[in-house]
């Protein structure tokens, strides 16, 4: 892939000690084509530690100055020998203002990034480049959404004559407030400063492989996926490929930058690339599952044939600010699928109430413990056959389909199935598509 410039992201195990930190370093001379690293705080080193986002998230909860030294020395330990002064006093100052509750917490979570930004630029001898400078965003705490203005900032202050480092996972809001992203954030940072240049790749550097065809925790040894588009793995993220930050999707998509999502640990082993485009050799990229839903049947005998009838029956879910997932339509039925998550008992019974009131022969049914496999891939567009081909498989395997749907443009296919049949039915598919 040829490429001028990498906007290379390390996520917060890539950062968590100093080996690591180590390789992150040759990584990032290893190719002067990366000349801008953006930096996640640091993560777990094992399965028992924690997150330092989350423990800035207690301390501002408890302003316990047990807790600010034991976050001081995750620092210390990481960059043995350097003088954390500086960071210490950034983050008393921090701890000791006075500010709303929700400004005072994103001031505390982005301590994290901003702290281990200045110490990678310091033993890199490169340019640290605080986000006040590049980042205008929502003044949406916890949930900040970057404004265009930002493009011109990042332009404007990044000449790329030398390697800059740039926190992730917060900006500045108008008015001067720091305002954090949604957690896992710092894909945010990167994906936008990476779709402000020409010529360039995203490259996202983490703990797994890449993108795997299905969940290793179904599947044992799943293959990896070498490249994917950027609408595939929206639909394989939607269940649960949690790879890359959903949001961060968007400014590469619209750019059509390449992202190469890869392994720290393994490099300079390939991860997967998303990219616009593909040639897609097989039917089947990946094999995703979600459960938590729960679907509403409601069956009568002339629903078909009532005009508005399903405008109403959304409007029962829209007036309480429920989400659709799907709606799937029979003749005389109509089941609406949701997450069981956002419905209390009591709200699942209203609904109920509401679509026996539909008419006076009305039945409905409510179900939980709904999963829905997504079976992905270009290639399934105008593939005849292979829904009855995915289909056979999971009869062969005593998988029940409780529903199935797939929009026209044919990106993929969703069957609804019981939570209980979910490893089954991943495998099924897995074994017929990708084994052999
Ligand atoms: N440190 C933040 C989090 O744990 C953001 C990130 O790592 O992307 O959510």
Redesign the pocket.
Known sequence: MSYLLSVAKF??SSLATSEIVSKVRNIITDDNRRKIAVV??P?RKNKSDK????MLIELAGNKDSKLINEILGRYEDIYPGQDIDEIRNILLERVKKDLPFPAYLDSL?AF??EAQARLLARIMDAVYIDPSEILVVTNDFGNAVILEDSKRKIKDRISLDRLVVIP??YGYSANGELVT?S?????LTGAYVASCFDNVIYENFTDTNGVFAADPKLVDNPAKIDEITYEELRDLAYSGFTVF?AEAMKPVKNAKIPVHIRNTFTYPSEGTYVVNDREADKPIVGIAYKNGFCSFNVEMTGLNDSKGILNRITSFFSSRNKSIEHIITGIDDVTVVAMRDEFSDAEIDEVKTDLYGLGENATVVCKDNVGCLVVAGKGLRGHIGISGEIQRSLAFNGVNIEFITQGSLERCIIYGIEHRDNMKAVNAVYNRFFKG
């Open positions: 996520g917060g996640s705080a993560g997150k330092v986002t989350d979570k994290g990034e992730g996972f992203f957690r896992g954030g710092s894909d930050h």
